[in-house]
């Protein structure tokens, strides 16, 4: 992973969200290999009434971006 420059603050709900997202894409990345890794959150996905992850998250917010997480953490065999 590469580092940033960011030397700014972030509040509770920004760190909640940066937390969820990098765990997230570090699921996908042991999941899946190449493109697919980044291009998962951006397809539609019949498991999710034909939208796009990243869409759910948006509209939803936390609660969604949670459930996104456990259901990456689940498909890779964890709790």
């Known amino acids: 992973m590469k580092g940033g420059t960011f ?3 972030l509040n509770q709900d920004q760190e909640m969200r940066a937390s969820l997202l990098v765990g997230l ?3 996908l990345r042991l999941l899946f290999n190449g493109p697919l890794t980044y291009e998962w959150p951006k ?3 019949q ?3 034909g939208r796009a ?3 759910l998250m948006m509209r939803d917010g936390i609660p969604e971006m949670v459930r996104m997480r456990r259901h990456i953490d689940a498909l890779r065999g964890g709790a």
């Open 25 to 27: 894409f570090k699921g």
């Open 47 to 49: 498991g999710f009434d």
């Open 53 to 55: 992850p990243v869409e």
């Open 43 to 45: 397809r539609a996905n």
């Open 7 to 9: 030397s700014g603050t």
